[in-house]
C-alpha cells in the first residue's frame, strides 16, 4: 500500500482545477492510478476551493484530515484553511499573494503572520512567488502551473510523477502549452536555485 | 464546457470525470435520446452528451425547459423503442415526480435511464435527499454505482436492465462519484445506433392510465418487483460477493461505499478476513443474496451514502428471516447520518465493529491557531445583478416600504450575504414567486418582491405568475435575465434561441410570457444601468401598492462570464478601471455597500481597483458620489453591447 495525497486550495478562478487535471494526466502518463475529487457549481464564485488529488494504492475520492503528503496552494488563507488535511511536518508550496475575501469589515491576516502561524504547528512552508513570476513570463494565468514546477523539484511528486509526463500532460490539455512548459520550467529552477543557495 | 475526452479514441485510457464517464457509457450503450435541466452535481453529463452530438450528428440531446418536461420527453422517446437518458440533480426528482411514478406503471419499449445526482454535505444544494427512497417508492430499480472508477459500466449495466425488463430505471450518483476524475477506458462507440430514431406503437391499455388499465398494471408491477430482486440476486457485475466466505463479519456496502470499505479493509490487510458485499444495483433488495450472505454471521456493517436506506430495508428482511445479526450501521447510531462518507468515518466504524486497536485514517489534527476570515461565494466582479440589488435597494428605501425578497434558486442566491441580504426566503425553484403569492395575500399591505432569474422564470416561474395575475396578488416580480443558466456553468434556456446541439432554436420573450399570462405592468431595463433601474423599480413598486396588482420587471444584462467569454471569441476585451486619488473621498461605498471583489480598501482607507479582477463593467463609476472612478481607456462601443447581449455558444 503506497500512496500520496496531494491537497490542492486557493480561490475559485485561480486554476487549481485545471492543475489537478494536468496533474492526474501526469500520473495516467506514468503508468500510476489516479483519483481527483473536486468542487463544482455554487461553491466556485469566487469562494474557497479544495481539490484532493490522491495517486498510488487508493480506492476512496475524499483525503481524511490529517492524512495529506502535500500541499500546493495558490493563497495563504486557503493554504492555512485546508492545512487541517496534512500530516506534521508537510511541506506546503504557497503562492506569496493573498486575495482578500470581499467581505465588508474583516480583518485579513498577512503573509507573514500565516507563515509564522503554519511553521508553528511544524509544517515546511516554501513561499513561491507564482503568480508575479507567472506574469513576468507573459502568461498571468500560468501561476499554477509555475507552483507544480516549483514543488517537483523538491517534494516526493518525483517519485510518482516522470518530468516528461507532465511536459506531455500541459501539452494535451492546457491551451497555450508551450508558455506554460516554459513556466514550469522557470518553477523548476526557481526552486533549484532556491536550493543550491 | 466541451469535456471533448468523452469522445477518446477506443481502447484509450484518459482521464475523465465521473459524470462523463457516465456520458461515455451512455454513448457506448447506444443512447439515441438524452434530455436533462442542469443542475450541480449532474450538469456535465448532458454536456459532454451535447458536445458529442455536435461532432457525431447524434444522439438527439435538449436542455429542457425542467426536470419534469425532461423525464416526460425521455419517457416519451423510451416508448417508440430507443434508448432514453433524463439526467437532473436529486431534487430536479421531485420536479418530475408525478411522470416518474407513472412511468413504472407503463414501462417502455426502448430503454430509459433516469439519473438522479444526489449531493450529500450540500454543496450546491438545498437540501440532502437520497433518492433511492424514490426507487422504493415508485418501483424503480436503482443502480449506484461503485465510484467514478464503475460509472462507465454501471451506466451500461442500467441500461441493459432497464432494456431487459421494460422498465425505467433510475441511476443514482453522488457528488463524489459525479466531480471525481479516475482513468477509464473507452471503449467503441457505434454511430448508427446513438443516431436511430423509433417508432410509436399504439397500446392504450398499457400506455393510457385511466383506473381500470392502472389497476391491472399495479398487479403486474408488483409482481415484476419481486423478479427484477431475483434477476439483481444474479447480476454478478453489479453485486457481488467477495473476501472470506466463513468470516463472522460481513461488509455490505453500497455504491461508493464500496471504496471505502475496500480502501480501508486493504490498508488494515482484511480483505481476506471478512466477506465483502458489494452491492451498485441495490433496489430492488436483491433479496436471496443478502439472506444468503447474510446466513450464520455474528456481525453485519452497512457502508452507505447517505440515509441508512438499505440498512433498513435489510434489517426488515432478516427480521422476517430470524437472522439475528449485531448490526452496524447509519441506523444503528455507528455512522453519522449527515454529510458525506469520509476515510476516516468508515475506519471509525470498522475499527469499532471489527475490534482493530490501529488506525490509519484517524490521525491527530493540526489546527493553526490563526484566525482566518471565512470566504464564502460572492457575485463576481462585473455581475449584472449586483448592479441590480443595488438599485432596488435604493428604489425600495424611496418608496418606504418595508420590503420581503422571496429569493430563489440561482446566482442570486448569494444576495443573501451582506451587504445586501436581500434574499428572505430561499426555497426551491419557482419558490420566489410562490411564497409571494402567499406573503401577498397573507398580510396587509406589504409588497412582497419575488427574485428570479431567467433559467428559472421558464422551468417554475410560470405557473406561480398565472396564480398572482389571477388571484391579483400585489407583488413586484424582478427576472433577472442575464442571458444563461449561469449558476451550473452557462447552459442555454428556452430564451436564448440556442440548443444543446448547437443548432437554432426559438428564443421565447419574457416580456411577451408576462404579458400573454395578463400581467399588465411590465417593463424591461438594462441591468447595468443603476439610475434607470431604481426609477423603475420605484415606479412599479408605487404601481402594485396602488394597483394591488403584480408587476413584473426583466432586468437584462449578460452574465459577465458569459460577456468575457464571448469577447474572447471575437477579440473584444473589457477596459479596466482605476481609482482617481485626487477624488476618492475614502467613504466606502464602493467596497462595503456595493462590495465589488475587484475593489479593496488602501491603509488611508481610499479605493483601490485590482486590475486583474476588474471586468470593467462600469458599475462603481455609477455608484460613486464623487466621480472617482474611470476607465483606463476608452471603452470599445462593442463591449458594451456584449455586456448586453452575449449568449452561450
Known sequence: MKSLNIVLSGVGGQGIISLANVIANAVLESGGNVIVAETHGLSQRGGSVIVHVRIGDVEAPLIPPGNGDLMLSLDPIEAARYSVYLKKGSMIFVDNNITPPPLPGIKIPSLDEIVESLEKEGFDIIVVPAVDEAKKAGNPLGANIFLLGASYQTSILKEYIKEEAIIDAIRKNLKKPEKNIEVFKRGKKWAEERLTS | ?649
Open chain 2, 1 to 649: 464546457m466541451a469535456h471533448r475526452e468523452v469522445l477518446a479514441e477506443p481502447g484509450s485510457r484518459v482521464v475523465m470525470l465521473g459524470n462523463v464517464a457516465f456520458a461515455r457509457g451512455a454513448l457506448e450503450y447506444g443512447v439515441s435520446f438524452a434530455s436533462a435541466y442542469p443542475g450541480t452535481p449532474s450538469t456535465e453529463i448532458t454536456e459532454a452528451l451535447s458536445y458529442a452530438s455536435r461532432i457525431l450528428g447524434g444522439p438527439y440531446v435538449e436542455w429542457s425547459a425542467n426536470e419534469k418536461v425532461a423525464l416526460e420527453a425521455a419517457i416519451g422517446a423510451a416508448l417508440t423503442g430507443i434508448p432514453a437518458l433524463a439526467s437532473m440533480k436529486h431534487v430536479g426528482v421531485n420536479v418530475a415526480a408525478d411522470p416518474l411514478f407513472s412511468s413504472a406503471y407503463m414501462g417502455v419499449e426502448g430503454a430509459l435511464v433516469i439519473v438522479s445526482a444526489d449531493d450529500p454535505g450540500m454543496w450546491s444544494s438545498q437540501n440532502e435527499q437520497d433518492n433511492r427512497w424514490y426507487g422504493i417508492h415508485a418501483y424503480i430499480p436503482v443502480v449506484e454505482p461503485a465510484g467514478p472508477q464503475e460509472a462507465k459500466t454501471a451506466i451500461i449495466e442500467a441500461f441493459k436492465l432497464s432494456e431487459k425488463w421494460k422498465h425505467p430505471v433510475i441511476l443514482r450518483t453522488t457528488t463524489r462519484v459525479s466531480h471525481t476524475r479516475v482513468i477509464v477506458e473507452a471503449g467503441e462507440i457505434d454511430i448508427a445506433k446513438i443516431k436511430r430514431k423509433g417508432t410509436f406503437v399504439k397500446n392504450p391499455e398499457k400506455y393510457t392510465l385511466v383506473p381500470v388499465h392502472a389497476r391491472r398494471l399495479r398487479e403486474e408491477l408488483v409482481e415484476k418487483w419481486e423478479k427484477i430482486s431475483k434477476d439483481l440476486s444474479q447480476n454478478q457485475v453489479l453485486n457481488h460477493a467477495e473476501g472470506n466466505p466463513d468470516s463472522e463479519t460481513l461488509v455490505v456496502a453500497i455504491g461508493l461505499g464500496y471504496r471505502y470499505a475496500k480502501e480501508i479493509l486493504a490498508t488494515h490487510g482484511l480483505l481476506d478476513n471478512v466477506r465483502l458485499l458489494k452491492l451498485s444495483a441495490p433496489v430492488p433488495l436483491p433479496k436471496s443474496l443478502l439472506l444468503n450472505e447474510a446466513e450464520g454471521r455474528e456481525k453485519i456493517i452497512f457502508i452507505e451514502e447517505g440515509d441508512p436506506v438499505i440498512e433498513t430495508l435489510s434489517k426488515a428482511l432478516f427480521y422476517d428471516h430470524d437472522i439475528r445479526a449485531k448490526i452496524y450501521g447509519k441506523g444503528t447510531g455507528h455512522l453519522k447520518k449527515t454529510g458525506e462518507l469520509e476515510l476516516h468515518r468508515v475506519e471509525k466504524l470498522l475499527a469499532k465493529a471489527l475490534g482493530l486497536e490501529k488506525t490509519y485514517y484517524n490521525q491527530s489534527v493540526i489546527k493553526p491557531e490563526i484566525k482566518l476570515p471565512p470566504r464564502p461565494p460572492v457575485l463576481c466582479p462585473g455581475c449584472p445583478y449586483r448592479a441590480v440589488f443595488y438599485a432596488l435597494r435604493r428604489a425600495v428605501g424611496k418608496a418606504r416600504i418595508r420590503p420581503i425578497y422571496n429569493g430563489d434558486i440561482g446566482c442570486y442566491s448569494l444576495g443573501v450575504n451582506p451587504p445586501f441580504q436581500m434574499q428572505d426566503t430561499i426555497v426551491e425553484m419557482g419558490g420566489s414567486i410562490g411564497l409571494a403569492n402567499g406573503m401577498a395575500h397573507a398580510q396587509d399591505d406589504k409588497v412582497p418582491i419575488a427574485i428570479i432569474g431567467d433559467s428559472t422564470f421558464f422551468h417554475a416561474g410560470l405557473p406561480g405568475l398565472a396564480n398572482a395575475v389571477y388571484n391579483r396578488s400585489p407583488m413586484l416580480v424582478v427576472v433577472l435575465d442575464n442571458r444563461t443558466t449561469a449558476m451550473t456553468g452557462h447552459q442555454p434556456h428556452p430564451g436564448i434561441g440556442v440548443t444543446a446541439r448547437g443548432v437554432e432554436g426559438t428564443e421565447l420573450s419574457i416580456v411577451d410570457a408576462a404579458k400573454g399570462l395578463g400581467v399588465e405592468y411590465v417593463k424591461v431595463i438594462d441591468a447595468f444601468n443603476i439610475a434607470e433601474g431604481e426609477k423603475e423599480f420605484y415606479e412599479a413598486i408605487e404601481y402594485v401598492k396602488k394597483e394591488r396588482k403584480p408587476a413584473l420587471i426583466v432586468a437584462k444584462g449578460a452574465c459577465i462570464l458569459l460577456a468575457l467569454a464571448a469577447g474572447r471569441r471575437v477579440g473584444v476585451y473589457p477596459v479596466a478601471y482605476r481609482v482617481n486619488d485626487d477624488k476618492c473621498t475614502a467613504c466606502g461605498l464602493c467596497y462595503k455597500a456595493f462590495n465589488c471583489p475587484a475593489i479593496y480598501s488602501k491603509d488611508d482607507g481610499k479605493a483601490y481597483i485590482n486590475e486583474l479582477l476588474c471586468t470593467g463593467c462600469g458599475e462603481c463609476a455609477q455608484i460613486c458620489p464623487f466621480d472617482a472612478f474611470e476607465p483606463v481607456d476608452e471603452v470599445p462601443p462593442e463591449w458594451l453591447r456584449l455586456m448586453r447581449e452575449a449568449k452561450p455558444s
